[in-house]
């Protein structure tokens, strides 16, 4: 899974300019407003409100952004969309899966959005399932390292079903089955381990390795679609070693 890892990691820090950041800003405000209608809008009463609340702090979201965001969610201020989650399948240049994650109020302009991103960058649109079962939904926290040591993060997580911790240079990733996010996360408060962020995530089974050409071309898909404000997440199975990253840096 590293090769995921790292990359998600590379393409975070390249994403760092502002017509990004603005497009970042967007889909947690919109995570948010599904969260705090999900599961009310008290964060203490709420983990995956108070989750998304604190990513979009550290993403230096304005509070007044989110504060409107959890009250349009809950119902205690009107203009909440009504958003649906939809999952669309599709194979990249190179026969790299892709599972792209919408968000939207619009469920023909997202479809119509996807499917000119991978018609316009080579790529393709698959029927549902046909991409998915290469796939397994995983619950991933990403925590600091800070003075932690790997056996630190374990002892704290491996009761609550976590799978493995991964070193990602700052960073440790958990990795958990999906159901087991919550307990995961949970076990970490408990130890008073500070983390970043808890996700779902689609980790492949099988990963395609990409050389310079191959992974030029995956990105620019991947920028197509997240381009779509509708589009919240892209999973996929490629590998983008380090090497072929400088590359196309330099």
């Known amino acids: 899974m590293a090769g995921h890892s790292k990359w998600a990691t590379t393409k975070h820090k390249k994403a760092a ?30 983990p995956t409100l108070d989750d998304m609340i604190k990513k979009a702090k550290k993403a230096s979201v304005p509070n ?12 205690e201020e009107s203009g909440g969309a009504d958003w649906e989650t939809i999952v669309y ?51 991933v926290v990403v925590l600091p390292k ?23 240079d700052e960073n440790f990733e958990v990795v958990s089955a999906f159901t087991d996010l919550m307990a995961v996360r949970t076990a970490l408060k408990d130890a008073e381990i500070e983390y ?16 310079a050409e191959g992974a030029r071309k995956f990105l620019r898909l991947v920028d197509a679609l ?10 996929s199975n490629a590998s983008i070693s380090d090497e072929v990253m400088a590359e196309l840096d330099a």
Not at 17 to 46: L, Q
Not at 196 to 211: F, G, H, I
């Open 64 to 75: 007044d952004n989110i504060e409107r965001a959890r009250k349009r969610g809950s119902g």
């Open 196 to 211: 970043d962020s808890a996700d779902q995530d689609y980790r492949a089974s099988t990963m395609v390795e990409l050389d």
């Open 146 to 168: 800070g003075e932690l040591s790997e056996d630190d993060v374990l002892m704290a997580v491996l009761d609550a079903g976590a799978e493995e911790v991964n070193d990602l």
């Open 17 to 46: 300019n502002d017509a990004k950041r603005s497009k970042e800003w967007a889909k947690m405000i919109k995570n948010i407003e599904v969260a705090a209608r999900t599961g009310g809008g008290d964060p203490a009463g709420n």
């Open 226 to 235: 997240e381009d779509s404000d509708d589009v919240q997440n892209v999973y």
């Open 89 to 139: 399948e599709g194979y990249a240049p190179g026969g790299v899966a892709v599972i792209v994650e919408c968000l939207t109020d619009n469920r023909n302009r997202a479809a119509s959005e996807v499917r000119s991103s991978f018609n316009k960058n080579n790529g393709n649109m698959a029927d549902s399932g046909s991409v998915s079962y290469m796939f397994e939904k995983k619950g």
